[in-house]
C-alpha cells in the first residue's frame, strides 16, 4: 500500500462523510454553537452567524421528523425491558414532534408563514420537545449501560483475565459501552443545552454556556459519524 493509496483511501472517507447529510448539519451546529459562546447573547457579527446558522441548519431537517416517527413505530429487539422500551418509544415521539414543528418555525423565520405570535409559541414547544427527549435518552442510556454492565460481568467471571480481550463478544461489548457512555455525555449536555435555550435557568446557564455545551455536543456527533477506516494488510 503505497503512500498515495493511502491518501486517496483517507479522501474517500472524507468525501463519504460530508456527503451525509447528517454530518454537514452536525458542522453547520458546531458553528452556530461556537457563534453563540463567542457573542455571550450580544449583538455583533457572531450573534449575526449563529442566527443565520441556525436558519440555515433547518433545511438540512425538512422531512427529518419521518425517521423517528419510523422509530415509533418499528418493534423493539426482543428481550427489551418495558421501561426502557417506553422510554425508547418517549424519545422518537418527542424527537419526530420537535423536528416536525421545527419545520413550521422554518416558515415562519424565512417569512412565508405570517403569523409571528404563533411561530414563536411553536419553536418554544418543539424546543421542549427537544428537553423531554434528552430526558428520555439519558434514561434509556444508562438503563442500556447497566444491561451492558451485567452482561460484561457475567462474561468476566466465565473468562480468563488474558482471554476477555481477545473474545471478539466480549471486545465488541466493551465498545458498545463506551459507544453508549460517549452519547450519555452528549445527551445530559444536550439536555442542558435545551434549557439553556429555553431560558429557564437564564443566571446559571448564560448563552456562553449554552454556546460551550452545544459546541462540544456538536464535536461529539461529528465523531460518532465518522466511517470506519478500512483495514490495510501490511505488504
Same mark, same amino acid.
Given at each position: 500500500? !503505497?503512500?498515495?493509496?493511502?491518501?486517496?483511501?483517507?479522501?474517500?472517507? *472524507?468525501?463519504?462523510?460530508?456527503? &451525509?447529510?447528517?454530518?454537514?448539519?452536525? *458542522?453547520?451546529? =458546531?458553528? %452556530?454553537?461556537?457563534?453563540?459562546?463567542?457573542?455571550?447573547? %450580544?449583538?455583533?457579527t457572531?450573534?449575526?452567524?449563529?442566527?443565520?446558522?441556525?436558519?440555515?441548519? +433547518?433545511?438540512?431537517?425538512?422531512?427529518?421528523?419521518?425517521?423517528?416517527?419510523?422509530?415509533? *413505530?418499528?418493534?423493539?429487539?426482543?428481550?427489551?425491558?418495558?421501561p426502557?422500551?417506553?422510554?425508547? +418509544?418517549?424519545?422518537?415521539?418527542?424527537?419526530?414532534?420537535?423536528?416536525?414543528?421545527? %419545520?413550521?418555525?422554518?416558515l415562519?423565520?424565512?417569512?412565508?408563514?405570517k403569523n409571528?405570535?404563533?411561530?414563536?409559541?411553536?419553536?418554544? *414547544?418543539?424546543?421542549?420537545?427537544?428537553?423531554?427527549?434528552?430526558?428520555? !435518552? !439519558? =434514561?434509556?442510556?444508562?438503563?442500556?449501560?447497566?444491561?451492558?454492565?451485567?452482561?460484561? +460481568? &457475567?462474561?468476566?467471571k466465565?473468562?480468563?483475565?488474558?482471554?476477555?480481550?481477545?473474545?471478539?463478544?466480549?471486545?465488541?461489548k466493551?465498545?458498545?459501552?463506551?459507544?453508549?457512555?460517549?452519547?450519555?455525555?452528549?445527551?445530559?449536555?444536550?439536555?442542558?443545552? =435545551?434549557?439553556?435555550?429555553? %431560558?429557564?435557568?437564564?443566571?446559571?446557564?448564560?448563552?456562553?454556556?449554552?454556546?460551550?455545551?452545544?459546541?462540544?455536543?456538536?464535536?461529539?456527533?461529528?465523531y460518532?459519524?465518522?466511517?470506519?477506516?478500512? &483495514?490495510? &494488510?501490511?505488504?
Amino acid at each position: 500500500m !503505497t503512500t498515495l493509496d493511502l491518501s486517496r483511501a483517507e479522501l474517500a472517507l *472524507i468525501v463519504l462523510y460530508l456527503n &451525509k447529510a447528517e454530518a454537514r448539519d452536525k *458542522i453547520c451546529r =458546531a458553528i %452556530q454553537y461556537g457563534s453563540k459562546f463567542l457573542s455571550g447573547g %450580544q449583538p455583533g457579527t457572531a450573534q449575526t452567524v449563529d442566527k443565520n446558522t441556525s436558519l440555515a441548519r +433547518k433545511v438540512f431537517r425538512l422531512f427529518k421528523f419521518v425517521n423517528d416517527f419510523h422509530g415509533l *413505530i418499528s418493534p423493539v429487539p426482543k428481550g427489551t425491558p418495558l421501561p426502557l422500551v417506553l422510554l425508547g +418509544k418517549s424519545k422518537n415521539a418527542l424527537v419526530s414532534t420537535f423536528l416536525f414543528l421545527d %419545520q413550521i418555525v422554518w416558515l415562519g423565520r424565512s417569512g412565508i408563514y405570517k403569523n409571528k405570535e404563533r411561530v414563536e409559541l411553536l419553536g418554544r *414547544i418543539s424546543l421542549f420537545c427537544w428537553l423531554g427527549s434528552s430526558v428520555c !435518552t !439519558t =434514561a434509556v442510556e444508562i438503563g442500556e449501560l447497566g444491561r451492558l454492565s451485567s452482561s460484561m +460481568k &457475567k462474561m468476566e467471571k466465565e473468562l480468563k483475565d488474558d482471554e476477555k480481550h481477545h473474545d471478539e463478544l466480549y471486545r465488541a461489548k466493551l465498545q458498545k459501552s463506551k459507544d453508549r457512555t460517549l452519547a450519555l455525555i452528549k445527551s445530559s449536555m444536550d439536555f442542558v443545552v =435545551a434549557i439553556g435555550l429555553l %431560558q429557564l435557568a437564564p443566571k446559571t446557564i448564560t448563552p456562553r454556556v449554552t454556546g460551550a455545551l452545544g459546541f462540544t455536543t456538536s464535536l461529539i456527533s461529528c465523531y460518532q459519524l465518522l466511517p470506519s477506516r478500512p &483495514k490495510f &494488510k501490511a505488504p
